[in-house]
Nanobody
Framework: QVQLVESGGGLVQAGGSLRLSCAAS????????MAWFRQAPGKEREFVAA???????TYYDSVKGRFTISRDNAKNTVYLQMNSLKPEDTAVYYC??????????????????WGQGTQVTVSS
């Protein structure tokens, strides 16, 4: 199994940037497809971005051009660079791992391992 720990969240003004990190332990991230999800109060958890073992990535429409997912397999870490943040980006952000490293899942049930989440708050 793999254990995931997110970091990098915080409070930022609209238009600002944050970089989230997801550090893995237990197994190499090279074995997994990785994703970021987010959940705002009272809402369902929603897909943000995913990256295959190969480095191919996909994004939720509302974050395209603003967010970038990347992975450093040597450091066993996945990142989410978030630019031009908007108040509607406010949520708890979760890192997730899928056994199927070639997958591109966009629903939470496709991922077997989750971090504890990190809060991102964007003020207007």
């Amino acid at each position: 199994q793999v254990q995931l720990v997110e970091s990098g969240g915080g409070l930022v003004q609209a238009g600002g940037s944050l970089r989230l990190s997801c550090a893995a332990s237990g197994r190499s991230l090279w074995s997994y497809a990785m994703a970021w999800f987010r959940q705002a109060p009272g809402k369902e958890r929603e897909f943000v971005a995913a990256i295959r073992w190969s480095g191919d990535s996909t994004y939720y429409d509302s974050v395209k051009g603003r967010f970038t997912i990347s992975r450093d397999n040597a450091k066993n870490t996945v990142y989410l660079q978030m630019n031009s943040l908007k108040p509607e980006d406010t949520a708890v952000y979760y890192c997730a791992a899928d056994w199927d490293r070639a997958a591109w899942g966009k629903v939470p049930r496709e991922y077997q391992f989750w971090g504890q989440g990190t809060q991102v708050t964007v003020s207007s």
